[in-house]
Structure formats: structure tokens, C-alpha cells
């Protein structure tokens, strides 16, 4: 009898799991506010932001937003790939196009690893009116990895 009922508890708990998903799960889609300071970006290649404020639990405060590329001297463009990196295995990878002369831009996400697998968002507008503070505003989605 104990046993019967130890099965019967845990089939009923994967399916609970099953269709509520699991303990603790965010919420996977929606707006997307984000704010990050950049007094270490110059607008040279490997430079990064830091977030301060996210609306959504995968992103968390301290997190870093490296960029591979450097502003372009004669556009006065950023047209780089990033990565909001960390901590661990966890990243996610976006691009950004921002006009350096007005920190007016957009940026997009599109995939990553750990808890950024499936992660995508965007476009983003990125708006830095009191540089180095930055903020990013749009949506996103967590979307289940073709393998699962």
C-alpha cells in the first residue's frame, strides 16, 4: 500500500511539473526594461557596459555587456556583436547598431547558453540620455530549443 501511494504521489507531481513547469520558473515572455552603466565604454572592441536593473530574472545585476567591435570612426556608428556574459556558463548574444553621437540604437538578442538557451528579444531601442547610464526597452521570449 505505502508503495502504490509513493507512486501515485510522484506521477502526480510530474504532472503538475509537466504542465505548470518547474518550482520557481520565470516568467518567459513579455516587455523587457533593462537598464546598464558604461563609464569603462570608450568605444573600442572588448569594452563593457554593467547591468544595474533588469525587469526579468535572467538578467541580474552586475552582469556584463562586452562588445566585440569598436565604434566606427568615420560613421560615428557601433555595429558590433555582444554578449551579456555570466556569471558561469550562462550568456547571451545579441548585436547592436547604435549611433555614437545620439546613444540612440537598437539592439537584438538572439539565443545563448545556460539560462539564456532560447532567449530572444528585441529589437530593443537603446536610448542613453545621460550617458554612461543606458537603458533597453522591448520584448522577449524564451523559446523551447529545437531539441527538446
Known amino acids: 500500500m505505502k ?4 507512486v501515485v504521489s510522484t506521477l502526480a507531481a510530474a504532472g503538475v511539473v509537466a504542465i505548470t513547469g518547474p518550482a520557481g520558473a520565470a516568467e518567459r515572455s513579455g516587455d523587457l526594461h533593462v537598464t546598464k552603466e558604461c563609464p569603462e ?10 547591468i544595474t536593473s533588469s525587469n526579468i530574472p535572467a538578467i541580474r545585476r552586475g552582469m556584463k555587456v562586452r562588445y566585440a567591435s569598436g565604434v566606427d570612426p568615420a560613421t560615428g556608428v557601433l555595429d558590433s556583436d555582444l554578449v551579456l556574459d555570466g556569471p558561469g556558463p550562462n550568456a547571451a548574444f545579441g548585436h547592436v547598431v547604435l549611433n555614437a553621437m545620439t ?5 537584438t538578442f538572439s539565443g545563448g547558453t545556460g539560462r539564456f538557451r532560447g532567449f530572444h528579444a528585441g529589437p530593443l531601442a537603446v536610448a542613453c540620455p545621460d550617458f554612461p547610464a543606458c537603458s533597453w526597452d ?5 523559446t523551447p530549443p529545437e531539441d527538446d
Open 103 to 107: 546613444f540612440v540604437g537598437v539592439v
Open 138 to 142: 522591448g520584448s522577449y521570449a524564451f
Open 41 to 50: 565604454y570608450h568605444g573600442l572592441a572588448g569594452e563593457f557596459c554593467t
Open 3 to 6: 508503495r502504490t501511494l509513493a
